[in-house]
């Protein structure tokens, strides 16, 4: 896949919108819809970098669609911004499920802590 792929695949995984992309990152909103909708439309070094920082993934990664320093797993988490969109859309009996699993993961994570210590 190439730039235009990868950076649409990006925002979809991501849940933002090329509106808030531009905001974010201060690249033109028009020449972020000219890199998605051209075929050959390349980012200038500046620009690649502005998007990639806001999107949490490197140049190259954006570029290629590989990235040197991948894990060995290659699974990717998702970023705070497709959190917080999937949390608002959720109806508040969810919303208290998903908090009370936040909430009983940070007790596991102390508690692991604690008998580490001991």
């Keep these: 896949m ?9 925002l979809t995984y991501s849940g933002m919108l090329v509106k808030e992309l531009a905001t974010l990152s201060g690249v ?3 020449t972020i819809d000219n890199y ?3 075929h ?7 620009a690649a970098v502005r998007i990639a920082r806001v999107l949490g993934v490197s140049v190259e990664y954006l570029i290629t669609g ?18 917080l969109k999937s949390l608002e859309s959720l109806n ?6 998903v ?3 936040i909430k009983s993961l940070r007790e596991m994570e102390e ?5 580490k210590r001991v």
Excluded: H, T, W, Y
């Design 2 to 10: 190439g730039f235009k792929e990868n950076l649409k695949s990006e």
């Design 28 to 30: 033109n909103k028009r």
């Design 36 to 38: 998605l909708d051209s």
């Design 40 to 46: 050959n439309c390349m980012p200038s070094a500046e």
């Design 66 to 83: 590989q990235d040197r320093q991948e894990n060995v797993s290659s699974q990717r988490l998702p970023g705070p911004q497709f959190i």
């Design 92 to 97: 508040s009996r969810d919303r208290i499920i």
């Design 99 to 101: 908090f009370n699993l």
């Design 111 to 115: 508690a692991e802590a604690k008998s």
